[in-house]
């Protein structure tokens, strides 16, 4: 078997790896569109509150945002 060159020998491993580091499983239903897949302003997902707790709720994450009418889209695990 030919011996691969020294940059290949390190690339090829980190191709890999980075591929494999972009597959990460979507726990949440996407949302592309307004209202959900169908406009239809329904979501499937288990665990959502039916109240606020007294303490708030715990942030995930924030962004700006600046003026306008759009809203967030979420699809492929992004938003």
């Not at 060159?5 to 569109?33: H, K, M, T």
């Not at 109240?51 to 994450?61: F, L, M």
Request: net charge positive; aromatic share 6%; hydrophobic share 40%.
């Amino acid at each position: 078997m030919p011996q691969m060159s020294a940059p290949a020998r390190y690339i090829l491993p980190l191709i890999l790896v980075s591929g494999l580091c972009g597959v990460a499983p979507a726990d949440a239903e996407d949302w592309p569109q307004w209202r959900g897949a169908g406009r239809l302003g329904v979501w499937h997902e288990d665990g959502i509150l039916e109240t606020v707790p007294q303490a708030g709720r715990k942030v995930g994450w924030r962004g700006p945002v600046h003026q306008g009418v759009a809203r967030p889209g979420v699809a492929g695990g992004r938003v």
